[in-house]
């Protein structure tokens, strides 16, 4: 959550088209990390049944909510106070959380098992589907390829 909050005010400090560019970027790589660290918290915290199930639905239903409110209430900001106050808002909303998240929400003890190279890339080797990600990331670029 840090890293997405300093990458999205960073857009909003950005003074040229390809500084805005590279922060966006940054901003898409903490995504990538932010929202499969969220389903892991959301599994190892919630015990399994009616309330896991509740955490994800929420989680699922967050994101299209927020892109469609975000959408309609930036287009509004954009006309009234400019572009950049997006960015501030969201990233200082987003570092807000951050804190307040590392302060109040329960700390979770993983597993504790420390693994030598060897185990870990026994484990690597024979636990990770490697040809279906292989496969499903050649098929994503591929499709990402054809749409752009």
């Given at each position: 959550?840090?890293?997405?909050?300093?990458?999205?005010?960073?857009?909003?400090?950005?003074?040229?088209?390809?500084?805005?560019?590279?922060?966006?970027?940054?901003?898409?790589?903490?995504?990538?990390?932010?929202?499969?660290?969220?389903?892991?918290?959301?599994?190892?915290?919630?015990?399994?049944?009616?309330?896991?199930?509740?955490?994800?639905s929420?989680?699922?239903?967050?994101?299209?909510?927020?892109?469609?409110?975000?959408?309609?209430?930036?287009?509004?900001?954009?006309?009234?106070?400019?572009?950049?106050?997006?960015?501030?808002?969201?990233?200082?909303?987003?570092?807000?959380?951050?804190?307040?998240?590392?302060?109040?929400?329960?700390?979770?003890?993983?597993?504790?098992?420390?693994?030598?190279?060897?185990?870990?890339?026994?484990?690597l080797?024979?636990e990770?589907?490697?040809?279906?990600?292989?496969?499903?990331?050649?098929?994503?670029?591929?499709?990402?390829?054809?749409?752009?």
């Amino acid at each position: 959550m840090f890293v997405l909050g300093i990458s999205i005010l960073a857009c909003g400090f950005a003074q040229t088209g390809i500084q805005l560019v590279v922060f966006r970027a940054f901003q898409g790589i903490a995504l990538a990390m932010h929202i499969p660290a969220s389903v892991s918290i959301i599994a190892n915290a919630v015990p399994a049944g009616r309330a896991r199930n509740v955490g994800f639905s929420c989680l699922g239903l967050s994101q299209p909510l927020g892109f469609s409110f975000g959408m309609v209430l930036s287009g509004i900001m954009i006309e009234r106070i400019g572009w950049r106050s997006g960015f501030y808002l969201c990233g200082a909303g987003i570092l807000t959380n951050a804190i307040l998240s590392a302060i109040y929400l329960p700390k979770i003890n993983g597993e504790t098992e420390s693994l030598s190279k060897q185990d870990l890339a026994k484990k690597l080797w024979s636990e990770v589907d490697w040809v279906g990600g292989i496969i499903a990331g050649s098929g994503l670029a591929l499709l990402s390829y054809i749409f752009a």
